[in-house]
């Protein structure tokens, strides 16, 4: 089936909408790969870095470690060493936590919350005229997919990594 197929959705099977969907998700995430790294190239940041910036920005105010270790997957001695690079790369900042000062907490350096979202202006805009083209009918169905999509893909990371995993 190719992407250019301008049959609406309403002339397609469901078996071959499904079918669709799960191909144009696969070629989603490997073209969005590529994309990452080459946004990360363009910053001059690793792609876990950035990984870890996009999480930081989402969030709304400073994580400890263990969080970012929680958001990106990492094991907490990774995530240790990434915070550790990101801070001598001035793209964050540790603030003692005030309510814990044997902790500390990491945001985006201000600076580099400005250089790295001014990359994402272009982008940005391109990725938002696609879905300018959907009613606000579709863009709940499209935001509840990939929330739901993305709760999906936490469970089965977490069953993966867990070792309780099945095979099949």
């Not at 049959?7 to 469901?14: N, T």
């Not at 996009?54 to 995530?79: C, Q, Y």
């Not at 400005?114 to 009613?135: C, H, K, M, N, Q």
Request: charged fraction near 25%; hydrophobic fraction near 40%.
């Amino acid at each position: 089936m190719s992407t250019n197929n301008p049959r609406s959705g309403e002339s397609w099977s469901r078996a071959e909408l499904l079918a669709r969907i799960v191909t144009e998700s696969q070629r989603h995430y490997a073209d969005y790969s590529l994309f990452s790294q080459a946004m990360a190239d363009h910053v001059g940041l690793h792609p876990t870095d950035l990984q870890c910036v996009a999480l930081l920005d989402m969030e709304p105010g400073p994580v400890s470690t263990g969080d970012i270790a929680r958001l990106t997957g990492l094991t907490s001695g990774s995530a240790t060493r990434l915070v550790d690079r990101m801070v001598k790369a001035g793209i964050v900042e540790r603030h003692a936590d005030p309510h814990d000062r044997r902790r500390s907490l990491v945001a985006l350096a201000p600076a580099a919350r400005d250089r790295i979202g001014a990359a994402w202006d272009t982008p940005g805009r391109a990725f938002g005229a696609v879905l300018e083209s959907y009613s606000d009918a579709e863009l709940a169905v499209i935001g509840d997919y990939l929330h739901r999509a993305a709760e999906v893909g936490r469970a089965q990371a977490q069953r993966l990594t867990s070792g309780t995993g099945d095979t099949d």
